[in-house]
């Protein structure tokens, strides 16, 4: 027998098949859709089986084995293969990319695999005759007969904590031996399941979804209307027609709450998937899955691709979220794999959001997708009164950070003993270091970019690329201790605030608290808890928490992320604004919100202040007609980038000619200009947007251009197809 195989060809991650003998041994085992190793160039690399033949055609050169399988347990599925071949044709990667993007980091790894297999030993009885006479025999031996005594009485115990000497010689003697297990790392119990009982409102949404064929719906339903339970209900409901769901969540801050109400609700018949699980954990979670030993799949982006077979129904909770779309190659978002999973299955795809993304609600506008709505808060839950803050006027008054509002209103939560939020949109301490006699201002030496101080680690970090230097408090240039801090970052909002309120239990909530193991759910268990007073944090905590004591909501600098230069900052703006004002007064307490803004007049805010998703919708839709953006054009992100500026410049200009003799008249091509960030990582980057509505031609342009850049040494292209961000 035969095997066609890819294999990563080169330094480009071209795909290349090339058939390959199965060894006898293996003829049994080997299918297609596994990864395996196989000899290439006196090498030893990985491959993906996509077909298995048992003749072929007399050939002259000739055939190499396959060298072993990697995991006899990791196998795609046909649908995975054909959804593998979708994702490298909509962001033109590799077959072999896509694939390897949809099998779990842990698997990845390419030379020596590690066995995260986690078996647990047991002790039990071999021959019982034996036991009673060895009992009788050699009583001083107390430490192992009381371990004989228990494993009689128990039938059998964990090996765990029992040292090898206290039962070597009962090994030896074949009275008792060691089983092993295998064990997962996360076990749930199946008490008390509960699935609330729907409102009226909820159960008329719910019972629009139809399971009988394939359909997006978009569930658009204002924050703290209940979304979570309508999933909930509809996944119950996939079950009893003998189905499985996929649940994706945005972040895994969120992933831990939900994923808790998912285990309240099913049990052990869910699995969870998100980047802050250890490898063992996510290897156990995916062999669950392709066992089928659960029916449900809670997790991040990358679970879209998880191998439940005979899928229900797929679900994609706060779909506008950036963190659906992956921001390096293959730049894929995960609502396009739904999508195809969809129709794959011919089953309801749901979208649910309080700010759907313009895409998708014009898309239910147009009756693509079919529009569900939720327009009432659960119980008797009113949405939030929202005061804005014009910190012009606060700055006259040498409020620099905190509002002569928002001070009163944080005592005043305080002592009614409510809990209150704090939204700052950046990390760090000062994101912004001078010195004031040179004027020197600290940089990466990589990115264009100021570096932003850390004072927990004493570093001076750049956000983009990762670069770190310790501060010595002297300017590099002039050497004089004259240095400046400027901008406020998480880190400085937490001091400050224990300095102007000090009986206020502050915990704070950003990328770097939260990088070790189990800190979100630390975090956001300890609030919940009321173990603390007061959560302040990055845009981490803005979504899809739910806790009943929170009536105040405060965001320090609405701006931040206003003032991007990116078509998407206005619909990012609301959707931070209106979701993380959502968290307050979600139960019976009523909500009260304040926003600290400069631009107390922009439409972004006022649509915030009235909670009006339909007002900001019909204003931003006007503009992205206007300057012809998505919804109303397609848009193809091309980064060329190098490490020498003037090559760099050459060939963005030769890639515009290049398109601009190969498309058709509608579609706009503009640029190049530098990106955003135009030195990034020591090199260069140039810029290519194009905008069009319909043009055949386009993508095999895009395959033409990206094989001409195969060839070019100083240079390479990156496409980003329909970006978030540009
Ligand atoms: P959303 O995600 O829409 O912002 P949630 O799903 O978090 O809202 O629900 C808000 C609150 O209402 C939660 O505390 C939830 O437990 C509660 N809730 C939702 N639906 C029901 C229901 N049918 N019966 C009782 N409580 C509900
Ligand atoms: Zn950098």
């Known amino acids: 027998m035969f095997a066609s195989i890819i294999i990563e060809y080169n330094a480009q991650k071209l795909d290349k098949t090339f058939t390959y003998k199965i060894p006898t041994e293996l003829e049994q085992k080997i299918k297609i859709g596994m990864k395996v190793y196989v000899p290439f160039r006196n090498q030893k690399i990985i491959g993906f089986v996509i077909d298995i033949m048992k003749n072929i055609e007399n050939q002259d050169y000739e055939i190499k084995e396959v060298i072993k399988i990697e995991d006899e347990k990791l196998v795609l599925n046909t649908e995975l293969m054909e959804v593998g071949k979708y994702l490298s044709e909509i962001t033109m990667c590799s077959l072999i990319t896509a694939y390897q993007t949809m099998l779990p980091n842990s698997l990845k790894i390419k030379k020596q695999k590690h066995n995260y297999e986690l078996l647990e030993e047991y002790l039990s009885i071999k021959d019982l005759n034996k036991a009673k006479e060895y009992i009788k025999l050699y009583k001083k031996r107390t430490k192992q007969i009381e371990i004989l005594n228990e494993i009689i009485k128990k039938g059998r115990i964990s090996k765990k904590g029992i040292s090898s000497t206290n039962i070597k010689q009962l090994i030896e003697n074949n009275i008792i031996k060691i089983e092993q297990e295998k064990k997962y790392r996360i076990n749930v119990e199946n008490n008390n399941l509960v699935i609330k009982k729907l409102t009226d409102e909820q159960k008329s949404a719910y019972e629009k979804v139809n399971f009988s064929n394939y359909k997006t719906y978009l569930l658009y339903g204002i924050t703290g209307s209940g979304k979570t339970e309508v999933y909930i209900n509809l996944i119950k409901r996939s079950l009893e027609l003998g189905k499985t769901a996929i649940m994706l969540v945005p972040e895994i801050g969120l992933t831990t709450q939900i994923a808790k109400r998912f285990y309240e609700a099913f049990g052990s018949n869910v699995a969870i998937l998100h980047s802050s699980l250890s490898s063992g954990e996510r290897y156990d979670e995916y062999i669950k899955i392709m066992n089928g030993e659960v029916k449900i799949v ?6 879209i691709f998880a191998p439940l077979k005979n899928l229900g129904i797929i679900i994609i909770d706060e779909e506008d979220s950036p963190s659906y779309k992956q921001d390096n190659n293959p730049r894929y978002h995960a609502r396009d794999i739904a999508i195809f999973r969809g129709k794959y299955n011919n089953i309801p795809v749901l979208l649910g959001s309080a700010t759907p993304s313009l895409e998708s609600k014009a898309r239910a506008d147009k009756s693509v997708y079919q529009l569900l709505k939720l327009d009432k808060r659960v119980g008797n839950a009113k949405l939030p009164i929202i005061h804005i803050v014009d910190m012009e006027k606060e700055i006259k008054k040498k409020n620099t950070i905190f509002s002569d509002l928002l001070k009163e209103k944080i005592w005043e939560k305080i002592n009614k003993k409510e809990q209150i939020i704090l939204l700052l949109n950046r990390r760090g301490f000062s994101t912004f270091i001078t010195c004031s006699n040179c004027g020197y201002v600290y940089k990466c030496p990589n990115c264009d970019i100021t570096l932003t101080y850390h004072k927990s680690s004493n570093n001076l ?6 670069y770190q230097k310790r501060k010595d408090g002297k300017c590099p240039i002039c050497h004089e201790e004259s240095l400046n801090y400027y901008g406020l970052g998480t880190e400085k909002l937490e001091e400050k605030i224990r300095e102007l309120f000090p009986s206020i239990r502050v915990i704070r909530m950003d990328q770097d608290t939260t990088r070790n193991k189990g800190m979100h759910e630390k975090i956001i268990n300890d609030f919940k808890n009321e173990k603390y007073d007061l959560l302040l944090g990055t845009q981490m905590i803005s979504k899809g928490l739910d806790f009943e004591k929170v009536s105040l909501v405060g965001v320090l600098n609405a701006d931040t992320s206003l003032n991007m230069p990116d078509f998407k900052s206005s619909e990012n703006s609301f959707s931070l604004l209106n979701q993380v004002a959502g968290r307050a007064g979600r139960s019976k307490i009523l909500g009260e919100v304040v926003i600290q803004t400069y631009n107390p007049d922009n ?39 190098g490490k020498d500026y003037d090559k760099t410049i050459e060939y963005a200009k030769k890639t515009k000619r290049f398109l601009e003799s190969n498309i058709n008249k509608e579609t706009i091509v503009l640029g190049p200009t530098t990106a955003a960030v135009f030195r990034y990582n020591n090199e260069f980057r140039m810029q290519i947007i194009i905008k069009y509505k319909k043009d055949n031609e386009l993508m095999n342009t895009l395959k033409n251009l990206k094989n001409i850049f195969i060839n070019i040494n100083e240079c390479y292209l990156e496409i980003d197809f329909n970006p978030i961000k540009v």
Not at 298 to 303: E, F, I, K, L, Q
């Open 298 to 303: 809670v997790g991040t982006r990358s679970a």
């Open 461 to 466: 970090i750049c956000h983009y690329c990762g």
């Open 603 to 641: 439409y972004v805010i006022k649509c915030v202040q009235n909670n009006s998703y339909d007002n900001f919708y019909l204003h931003e839709m006007q503009f992205r007609k206007r300057l012809k953006y998505p919804p109303y054009y397609y848009l193809i992100s091309l980064k060329i980038i």
